[in-house]
C-alpha cells in the first residue's frame, strides 16, 4: 500500500511539476506548484520524515506560495482570462506519462528500494535521536551544504529582481 501510494504522490509531483511549467497562467501554474509541494510533503510523510513533511507545507506551500501570489497579484501581469484547467485531459496525460516516466527511471537506475537498501531510515533515526528533528536537518544544511543553500538563495533573489524588472518594462 506504501509503495501505491508513493508511486502515486510521486506521479502528481512530477505531473505538477510538468503542468506547472506548461500552463498559461501565472495563477495555475502556481496552484501547480502548490499541488506539486503537497505532494512531496506526502512522500516525506511516507518516508516518515514528518518534520520535513511540516516545514514543506508550512514554509513552501504556505509562506513562500502567499508570497508569490502577492507579487503576480502586485505586478497585475495582465488579464488573460484564458483558462488553463479546463482541459483535464493533457492533465490526466501529462500525469500518467510522468508516472511511467518516474517507474521507468527507477527500474532503469534501479532505484527501488535504495533508500532502505543505503540504511537511510535507520540513518535518520539516528540523527533526531542525536540532535533531535531541527538539528538533524539544521546540521547537516548549514555545515555541509551551505554552498549550495546560498546559492539557491541568489537564485531565488535573482528570479525575483528579474520579474521586478520585466513587468516594470511594461509599466
Known amino acids: ?38 505532494s512531496l510533503s506526502a512522500i516525506y510523510v511516507l518516508l516518515g520524515a514528518y518534520f520535513i513533511a511540516a516545514l514543506q507545507v508550512i514554509v513552501y506551500a504556505g509562506a513562500i506560495m502567499v508570497l508569490f501570489l502577492f507579487t503576480i497579484m502586485l505586478l497585475n501581469l495582465g488579464h488573460d482570462y484564458r483558462n488553463d484547467l479546463r482541459g483535464a485531459g493533457w492533465i490526466i496525460v501529462a500525469f500518467t506519462a510522468a508516472g511511467v516516466g518516474a517507474w521507468a527511471v527507477s527500474r532503469a537506475f534501479g532505484l527501488e528500494g535504495a533508500l532502505v537498501d543505503r540504511g537511510g531510515a535507520e540513518r535518520i533515526d539516528a540523527a533526531v535521536t542525536e540532535l533531535n528533528a531541527v538539528g538533524a536537518i539544521a546540521m547537516p544544511l548549514f555545515r555541509d551544504y551551505i554552498v549550495p543553500f546560498e546559492l539557491t538563495s541568489i537564485l531565488l533573489l535573482v528570479a525575483i529582481i528579474g520579474a521586478v524588472l520585466l513587468a516594470k518594462r511594461r509599466v
Open 1 to 38: 500500500m506504501i509503495e501505491l501510494l508513493w508511486w502515486v504522490f510521486a506521479a502528481l509531483a512530477i505531473g505538477g511539476g510538468i503542468a506547472m511549467l506548461m500552463s498559461r497562467t501565472p495563477v495555475a501554474s502556481l496552484l501547480f506548484l502548490v499541488l506539486t509541494f503537497f
